[in-house]
């Protein structure tokens, strides 16, 4: 019997899972709370999703507009989130990312500047303001290297390229520790702390069109939901409206909304500016409905309407499938859009840099003269891990979670920029949660010699067998089924459908073989990721199937419009003692008055009066 | 679709071979969606970085027919039909497996590097930066890592001074802050004695392969040799000016 003694074990205070924006954030804030601090990542630091994103981050600073502030910037991420977002993370929120991001620039961050010298800030769709503090089109960059930067020199310790295969727990129930393997040697490594924070991201990599990269099997997710904890409004997936089409290897790379933010429109085939025809009834007041108006607010006037390719990005996406489907889609089966007949080609160099290479180089088209081609594409998981609002605690003992794997800022939709700011404001949070319960549970929990044989027993069985399943085919297999099945438009005879063609292949994935040694071997890695995205996938499908209306990012073609009763509630999912999955409505309960007063009011009501 | 054969590093420390896989190549199809392929088809083990596929998180450096290229921004269609494209691990790191090499020593130079210190806020709590001051400063921060010019510097890669010379990166990191409107350190005595801006003797090498486009010798190493000449050796500052053609 394996010899758990002999295994390497490393030990901190609190480790975190994740080198994105939130885990750096989260180490960062332990390691100003004095707590010793490790951050295990699957790639190398400073390659994680976050430095992909492009935009900006979401803070209602009021530099550029400054009627601008906090209870405007909390009503637009309810509204965005159809309401169904939780109260209090979209209050803290708010309140709290003008200082996330000003605290950026003390650490290094250089953004884009207003003619007065403060952090410029761009529009994007749902947000009432200029809000997005960005540098070009790489923000996410500026913001990991930042983050990095301030890591390395707040003693952190990173154990880069080693993935967590699972969670360990004491006799109490309380997280004590995990098991991962050095992506290098294929060696495995035992992680022992007082408090574990998940900041692991998404799981897009269950959909043949996607932005995301192939970190994003939604790990986190499933490692907590095996450990206990609930997955939260896990059938509100974001498909981002502009993803490049064109060609097919390319297919799902993002096209930022900054974009539309610096004054871009959707055209369909007949040249027709057509996102005119969708703005839903709850925005029309807040909505240019002339071409007339929607130019005026590009050049600056401040009475005028946003134009509607701004609108949420669920009303866009769906807008444009529309069209398609209605034989007015672009030569490649998108739409157009346009910059390049809107603003100088300096202007977009200087503002959209890596868009115009990114299509330069791999799309061989010059943005600042033809239109791009561009249709839906997965991006984001509103859903995720269940989590405290103040804490970021799950429902286990010592885990926490932030970031895009946890849920509950977004509600049904998120906004675009609110996840760079999301990541500040919850990893800075739950780096204080994580102190605040080592201070009320000292200790080191102990460790469960049979759970880590277990877990090691099930990672080694994939190359030890002596043959089996193809674990690059079964992947290709089940994204097939998820856009199919579980895309942008669901019913319940295609989620029903596509649930069974999950088990299918899980139960295929059961047998899966990787050829070769243990060292640094891509297809053994692949193998033991498909694990967890078969749960996360397994838990947006059944949770998109038992809420029969449509709101944000789910969308069922047999349960049009938003119900009211479906509004008073949050879906979760959960591991039963079988094994099997749970998934049950979550009452939201009464909605706090002092917070229902701010996301109802007028505009008028609410400008300028910061505080 | 068309059939396309190309050739790939497999090996390890203890040495390897090129091997060579024939896929089946799709419209716009990039060099890392070439090597996806032949490792779903023939070689599932196969070890190559990526994350991004779009340029951006410096994951798949690697070398294209001898040439250090992100494998993700390399386009099939630049090659001619019947060419045999050849892929190896960069060069100038120590290799892990395939296309994976080991990169930590770039990782180790950063933490060398004396952190940013910036000046008080305004009073208002805000700093004032101008987009005239910050573009200098900005051009060096799209750096995405990709270590491409680590890669090619002939100071790392033939001469192997590691200990002495931080590389083309980390020149531009030092220079970034140098040039940052709030930050207070003196840099120059660390960037002469111990980050050995000496060793560079401006090849522009590195500027060349730079996926980033960022002007790495004349926009970041030269300005920061021009500042420790005048620094250090004042008198002859007219004459450096004349040698490294800076501005
Ligand atoms: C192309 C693109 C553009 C975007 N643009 C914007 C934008 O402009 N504004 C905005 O607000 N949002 C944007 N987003 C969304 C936003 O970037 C992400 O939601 C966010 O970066 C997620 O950050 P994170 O810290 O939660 O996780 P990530 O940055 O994804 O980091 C996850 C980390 O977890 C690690 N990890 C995962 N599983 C394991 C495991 N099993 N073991 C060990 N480590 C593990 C990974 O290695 C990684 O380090 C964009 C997203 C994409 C894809
Ligand atoms: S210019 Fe200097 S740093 Fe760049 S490759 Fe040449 S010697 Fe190296
Ligand atoms: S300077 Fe350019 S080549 Fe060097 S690491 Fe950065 S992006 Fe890569
Ligand atoms: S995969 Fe990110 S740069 Fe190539």
Redesign the interface.
Known sequence: MLDVNEIQTITHDVIVVGAGGAGLRAAVECSRQGLDIGVVCK???????T??AEGGAAAALGNVDSRDNWKIHFRDTMRGGKFLNQWRMAELHAKQSPDRI?EL????A?F??TK????AQRNFGGHRYPRLAH??D?T???LI?TLQ??G??SGISVHQECTVLDLLKDENGRISGMVGYWR?TGRFVLYRAKAIIFATGGGGKGWRITSN???YTGDGQAMAYRAGAELMDMEFCQFHPTGMV?????RG??VTEGVRGEGGILTNSEGDRFMFKYTPEKFQSETADTVEEANRWLAGDKNARRPPELLTRDVVARSIVQEVKAGRGSPHGGAFLDIGSRRPADYIKKKLP?MY??FK???EVDITKDPMEVGPTFHYMMGGIRVDADTQMTRVDGLFACGECAAGLHGANRLGGNSLSDLLVFGRLAGVGAKEFIDANEGLPEINHDQVRGIIRSATDILNREEGE????IH?ALRDVNQDFVGIYRTKEGLTEGIAKQAELKEKAKTVK????S??????H?ALDLGNLFITCEAIARAALLREESRGGHSRVDFEGEREEWGLVNIVCRMGDDGNMIVEKLERGEDPEHLAKVAHATLEELEGSNG | MANRTIRIWRG?QSGGQFEEYTVDV?????VL?VIHLA??HHA????????????????CSMEINGKPKLGC?T?MGDYEADEIITVQPMKSFPV???L?TD?SWN?RQ??RIT??T?RPRDAD???????ED?ER??EF??C??CFLCQNTCHVLRDHDKRDQFVGPRFMIRIAQ?DM?PLDTVDRIPATKEEYGAGYCNITRCCTEVCPEHINITDNGIIPMKERIVSRYYDPITMLARKLFGGK
């Open positions: 790639s190398l630091l400073g390659k994680a999703h430095v992909m000003r620039e003390e650490w290094g250089v884009d500047r007065d010298g403060l952090i540098t070009g790489r996410g960059l500026e290297r930067d301030k390395v020199h290098e990269s192939w970190e064109w060609p097919p290897s390319v790379i993002l890596s290479h990114q180089e791999l799309a193809n674990p690059y085919l290709e990787a050829y070769g040694t060292q640094y071997n891509a297809g053994w692949e | 390890d799709g419209e716009g199809m990039v969606d490792q779903m599932n083990d196969m070890a190559v970085r990526w994350n991004c596929k779009a340029g951006k998180c410096g994951s921004m386009r892990i497996r395939d994976v990169v990782y950063n933490e952190p940013f910036p709590g805000n700093w004032r930066m101008y987009t910050v400063t900005q921060r799209k995405i890592e802050l940052h």
